[in-house]
């Protein structure tokens, strides 16, 4: 099985920053993407940034210039550097992946167990 684990979750004042990490474990062959989620109270989970093997990015617009994602394809990890934060990026932060396990080459989406952000006016 595949098992994500962030780190880095915390409180911080607005204006401050905070860098998620998360690590991938266990029998994977291959991993296309990494991204990460958040959802607030009272809504639906969305992404906030993900990244693929090659390195292309998306980010979600409410992020744009503000978090950074990265991603080192040899340790199956990846990271979230978020800058400026805001009261509005309170969220538990879900860590993803997407990729493809042997011997059988199923492909497979794990999530990690989330990380609490809270932002302080």
């Known amino acids: 099985q595949v098992q994500l684990v962030e780190s880095g979750g915390g409180l911080v004042q607005a204006g401050g920053s905070l860098r998620l990490s998360c690590a991938a474990s266990g029998n994977i062959f291959k991993i296309n993407a990494m991204g990460w989620y958040r959802q607030a109270p009272g809504k639906e989970r969305e992404l906030v940034a993900a990244?693929?093997?090659?390195?292309?990015?998306v980010y979600a617009d409410s992020v744009k210039g503000r978090f950074t994602i990265s991603r080192d394809n040899a340790k199956n990890t990846v990271s979230l550097q978020m800058n400026s934060l805001k009261s509005e990026d309170t969220a538990v932060y879900y860590c993803?992946?997407?990729?493809?396990?042997?011997?059988?080459?199923?492909?497979?989406?794990?999530w990690g167990q989330g990380t609490q952000v809270t932002v302080s006016s």
């Open positions: 993803n992946a997407d990729g493809i396990l042997p011997p059988t080459m199923a492909s497979f989406r794990s």
């Open positions: 990244i693929t093997s090659g390195s292309s990015t």
